[in-house]
């Protein structure tokens, strides 16, 4: 299996901030690598697909970057609405695996 | 806008087996890079991938569950099933459907990822 490191494990930052997460693959999976937002008691809702391409309906302040190994999930100005808890997942090979988390907390 | 639902008991009894169904609603299951996918989160937890199947009936299963998981669907009532057997404890989870996208898109950009989510049915084992 791939495993998938996500940094930080919790980030806390204020409304219209910068912030990045970072995910690293445990070998290369080219550019298989996905973002996730999951709000308490909803399903994940898919972000950035293929590391960098913008899912419809996503707001543009979330980009995606990275190939290879190591990748990052930005938001260039933090709403209200973006604390979350965010997961990578990589697609390159079966089982696909999710990183274990970035809890995305207001200061 | 497509929509997936999740279905079956909230309970389960250890070493019983699990069954859930996730019907499918405003699309086609059976479209060309269209697969179908469960993923699981204890509670607290992350995510883990489960299974997924194609319409055609090509299945892909989680390694460390492989001996336990059967996946199918039935495309005439655009549905498609999971069946987990002797749970434990371990199995209890938040358990979601989603829609396994696979395709190239226009732009040459390979494409795999889960796009469409069920809202999620909590499944506990218990005596």
């Known amino acids: 299996d791939i495993q998938m490191t996500q940094s930080p494990s919790s980030l806390s930052a204020s409304v219209g901030d910068r912030v990045s997460i970072t995910c690293r693959a445990g070998?290369?999976?080219?550019?298989?690598l996905n973002w996730y937002q999951q709000k308490p008691g909803r399903a994940p809702k898919l972000l950035i697909y293929?590391?960098?391409s913008l899912q419809s309906g996503v707001p543009s302040r979330f980009s995606g970057s990275g190939s290879g190994t190591d990748f990052t999930l930005t938001i260039s100005s933090l709403q209200p609405e973006d604390f979350a808890t965010y997961y990578c997942q990589q697609s390159y090979s079966s089982p696909h695996t999710f990183g274990q988390g970035t809890n995305l907390e207001i200061k | 806008q497509l929509q997936l639902q999740e279905s079956g008991p909230g309970l389960v009894k250890p070493s019983e087996t699990l069954s859930l169904t996730c019907a499918v609603s405003g699309g086609s299951i059976s479209g060309s890079g269209y697969y179908w996918g469960w993923i699981r989160q204890p509670p607290g937890k992350g995510l883990e991938w489960i299974a997924t199947i194609y319409h055609g009936g090509t299945t892909y299963y989680h390694p460390s569950l492989k001996s336990r998981v059967t996946i199918s669907v039935d495309t005439s009532n655009s549905q498609f099933s999971l069946k987990l057997s002797s749970v434990t404890a371990a199995d209890t989870a938040v358990y979601y459907c989603a829609r396994h996208l696979a395709e190239t898109s226009s732009s040459g950009v390979a494409i795999n990822c889960f796009d469409y989510w069920g809202q999620g049915t909590l499944v506990t084992v218990s005596s």
């Open positions: 293929s590391a960098s």
């Open positions: 070998q290369s999976i080219s550019s298989f």
